[in-house]
């Protein structure tokens, strides 16, 4: 958001806070429900016969909410299309989502092969974002306004040297652990520091929103980006704005925190819920396939079909070593037991796998 403004610089603490706002009672009882309720989504994604269902079905999502929370707003068919179909010409938006994706996958490689996030990492990630190279704010203007009263709510720093100290800061404290502080609790007070820093001149929210994720296969808590956070943000996008002000006007960490906390521990039971739905409709499909064609029948291609909610003969072709018609002939088998529904797309033709597709649709996580 960049809007003129007069008020004077502001005068935000660098981290942490102190403990007797960060470890409040109510705080430590929710952290260990939000604890175990990751705990076992974490064991739960394993159980998936490949972790790529899951990941690439809750990155979509995850893109999408994250961005919806910022008013880019598209839908899960324009996504799929334009991941799929070679014909798509997609809108901005979906175009800006899918760059989200790419910036949220990025980002997973760089920690899984770093093993840390620094502020290099949180530039490269903005930047695969945003598509510019303008990193760090250089010159002030930039506000935060409410929407509806187009009044000044908070300013971040615009110093450039400001804002390069406090994100040395942040780095230090997403990167050690001997305070001993739970990375739950931790996770709520990087994304209001964060916020707040607001470094960068666009995509703080969406950036902020990709270190949360991270975040937590950083400190082993996810092996994989597969809680869908911003889907409780969205449906609370009212607490969100409101809640990190209070942190601000009110040194109210504890409600804040708490709020942070509570998103993981539903998003958390949500993606649960869908992991479930996904195994079990990954066993009748099998069983389907199996019944009427064994000759087809292997769990790769059951695979397949769970990887991509899209299927296309060159999927088959590479991944199953198949020639052509054969592939082909699997897909038609596929659609004539009312798994897979076939689309054509300007030259080419891609096949829905209905139950896969209804069901991403239909769950919040
Ligand atoms: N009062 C506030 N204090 C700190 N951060 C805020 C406040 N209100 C909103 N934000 C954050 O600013 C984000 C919007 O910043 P912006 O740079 O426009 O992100 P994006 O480009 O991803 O839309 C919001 O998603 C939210 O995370
Ligand atoms: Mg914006």
Redesign the pocket.
């Given at each position: 958001?960049v809007l003129k403004s007069n008020k004077p610089n502001n005068n935000l603490q660098k981290l942490p806070p102190k403990q007797s706002l960060i470890e409040t009672i109510a705080i430590l009882k929710q952290e260990s429900r939000s604890a175990v309720a990751l705990a076992e989504l974490k064991g739960l994604a394993r159980t998936l016969p490949n972790p790529h269902i899951l990941v690439n079905a809750v990155v979509l999502k995850e893109a999408q909410a994250s961005s919806g929370?910022?008013n880019i707003v598209t839908t899960q068919d324009k996504l799929y299309q334009a991941l799929y179909a070679k014909s798509a010409k997609p809108d901005v938006a979906t175009k800006e989502v899918l760059r989200y994706r790419e910036a949220l996958l990025m980002g997973t490689d760089l920690i899984k092969e770093k093993g840390f996030l620094n502020v290099n990492g949180i530039v490269a990630i903005q930047k695969e974002l945003e598509e510019n190279n303008a990193g760090f704010r250089k010159l002030p203007g930039t506000a935060?306004i409410n929407n509806l009263t187009n009044e000044v709510?908070?300013t971040p720093p615009d110093n450039f040297e400001t804002i390069s100290e406090l994100m040395k800061n942040l780095e230090e404290y997403l990167n050690d652990d001997s305070d001993n502080v739970s990375p739950l609790i931790k996770l709520a007070i990087q994304h209001y520091q964060f916020?707040?820093i607001?470094p960068?001149y666009?995509?703080?929210?969406?950036?902020?929103r990709i270190i949360n994720v991270l975040y937590l296969i950083l400190k082993g808590l996810l092996n994989e980006p597969v809680l869908y956070l911003s889907s409780f943000i969205i449906q609370n996008k009212g607490d969100y704005?409101r809640l990190?002000?209070e942190v601000?006007t009110k040194n109210n960490w504890e409600d804040w925190i708490l709020y942070i906390l509570k998103g993981i521990e539903h998003t958390a039971i949500e993606t649960i819920k869908q992991i479930n739905q996904i195994n079990t409709l990954f066993s009748q499909t099998q069983q389907m396939v199996q019944k009427h064609y064994p000759r087809i029948y292997s769990k790769d291609l059951i695979e397949q079909l769970f990887i991509h909610p899209y299927c296309k003969i060159e999927f088959l072709v590479n991944a199953l070593n198949l020639n052509r018609k054969t592939a082909s002939t699997y897909l038609k088998n596929l659609e004539e037991l009312g798994i897979l529904k076939a689309e054509i797309k300007g030259k080419e033709t891609i096949f829905l796998h209905v139950p896969l597709y209804d069901l991403l649709k239909k769950g919040k996580a």
């Amino acid at each position: 958001m960049v809007l003129k403004s007069n008020k004077p610089n502001n005068n935000l603490q660098k981290l942490p806070p102190k403990q007797s706002l960060i470890e409040t009672i109510a705080i430590l009882k929710q952290e260990s429900r939000s604890a175990v309720a990751l705990a076992e989504l974490k064991g739960l994604a394993r159980t998936l016969p490949n972790p790529h269902i899951l990941v690439n079905a809750v990155v979509l999502k995850e893109a999408q909410a994250s961005s919806g929370i910022e008013n880019i707003v598209t839908t899960q068919d324009k996504l799929y299309q334009a991941l799929y179909a070679k014909s798509a010409k997609p809108d901005v938006a979906t175009k800006e989502v899918l760059r989200y994706r790419e910036a949220l996958l990025m980002g997973t490689d760089l920690i899984k092969e770093k093993g840390f996030l620094n502020v290099n990492g949180i530039v490269a990630i903005q930047k695969e974002l945003e598509e510019n190279n303008a990193g760090f704010r250089k010159l002030p203007g930039t506000a935060l306004i409410n929407n509806l009263t187009n009044e000044v709510i908070y300013t971040p720093p615009d110093n450039f040297e400001t804002i390069s100290e406090l994100m040395k800061n942040l780095e230090e404290y997403l990167n050690d652990d001997s305070d001993n502080v739970s990375p739950l609790i931790k996770l709520a007070i990087q994304h209001y520091q964060f916020e707040s820093i607001h470094p960068f001149y666009d995509g703080n929210g969406r950036t902020g929103r990709i270190i949360n994720v991270l975040y937590l296969i950083l400190k082993g808590l996810l092996n994989e980006p597969v809680l869908y956070l911003s889907s409780f943000i969205i449906q609370n996008k009212g607490d969100y704005y409101r809640l990190l002000q209070e942190v601000r006007t009110k040194n109210n960490w504890e409600d804040w925190i708490l709020y942070i906390l509570k998103g993981i521990e539903h998003t958390a039971i949500e993606t649960i819920k869908q992991i479930n739905q996904i195994n079990t409709l990954f066993s009748q499909t099998q069983q389907m396939v199996q019944k009427h064609y064994p000759r087809i029948y292997s769990k790769d291609l059951i695979e397949q079909l769970f990887i991509h909610p899209y299927c296309k003969i060159e999927f088959l072709v590479n991944a199953l070593n198949l020639n052509r018609k054969t592939a082909s002939t699997y897909l038609k088998n596929l659609e004539e037991l009312g798994i897979l529904k076939a689309e054509i797309k300007g030259k080419e033709t891609i096949f829905l796998h209905v139950p896969l597709y209804d069901l991403l649709k239909k769950g919040k996580a």
